[in-house]
Nanobody, 122 residues
């Protein structure tokens, strides 16, 4: 079974930086896309950044220029470098992966990590 494990969250002051990591493990043929979502209290979960297997990226308008998503396909790992953090970035950040389990599958399955807390406060 596929598992996603996030790490790197924590408490940081405004203007600081954090780097989140998401490692996928299990039976995996290909991870077609990986992404980071976040959910603040009382808010809906929103896409922060996504990256495809070919390296195409997209970002929420609120984080453009501050956050950078990347991936290491050999390690089945995605990263989110977060700079110039603001209090409004405070949320639980979830990793998502769209995974082709075997060479015979033409559809992908969606997996989620358990989340990591990011708190930006002075």
């Amino acid at each position: 079974q596929v598992q996603l494990v996030e790490s790197g969250g924590g408490l940081v002051q405004p203007g600081g930086s954090l780097r989140l990591s998401c490692a996928a493990s299990g039976i995996i043929f290909s991870i077609r896309a990986m992404g980071w979502y976040r959910q603040a209290p009382g808010k809906q979960r929103e896409l922060v950044a996504g990256i495809t297997i070919s390296g195409n990226t997209n970002y929420a308008d609120s984080v453009k220029g501050r956050f950078t998503i990347s991936r290491d396909n050999a390690k089945n790992t995605a990263y989110l470098q977060m700079n110039s953090l603001k209090p409004e970035d405070t949320a639980v950040y979830y990793c998502n992966a769209d995974i082709q389990r075997t060479i015979w599958d033409f559809k992908t399955d969606d997996y989620w990590g358990q989340g990591t807390q990011v708190t930006v406060s002075s």
